[in-house]
């Protein structure tokens, strides 16, 4: 079975997205993930199959909103919060694409969503415990986690 992917490599998977569409690169950080940053929004996306996984994407307001306004085009002010959330859901869905083509796995890619209140805060919990801080270089900051899900 193949390893989940490293900080490496989920930063090169994540910046092939994002270079692509906005001109954003992202390295991985060493510094730990203070308890109240990125998770200002937490989106979540499954990989169902043989292998169930879960992909999970957060920020801050400040990284959904640069994000949001790279990938849009479109300035950061006069993003609408639905606008904000479907640029991150999007952006979830890439790059779990990219991880799913770098693992050589044959499942299909759930839908992704932002998950609020109690649930997003469990799944930010555990995502701040064993993700990887992704920084570009604005800096915009992401919070990624790939996790293998109970059969």
Known sequence: MTELPDAEL???????????????SFCPEASP?????HSWRVASLP?????????????D?????????ALLHFP?????????????CELLNMAAGQIKR???????????????GVQGQALFQAAKKQGILLRSRGPLDLLIWVTEEPS
């Open 10 to 24: 989920l930063a090169t998977l994540v910046s092939n997205v994002t270079e692509t569409m906005c001109g954003i």
């Open 33 to 37: 993930v203070d308890e109240g940053a």
């Open 47 to 59: 990989i169902s199959g043989e292998r169930p996984l879960r992909v999970i994407l957060s920020s």
């Open 61 to 69: 307001q400040k990284g959904c909103e640069g994000l949001g306004a």
């Open 76 to 88: 950061a002010h006069e993003l609408e919060p639905d606008m904000i959330d479907d640029s991150l």
């Open 102 to 116: 770098a693992l050589s796995i044959d499942q299909a890619l759930g839908l992704p969503r932002i998950v609020p």
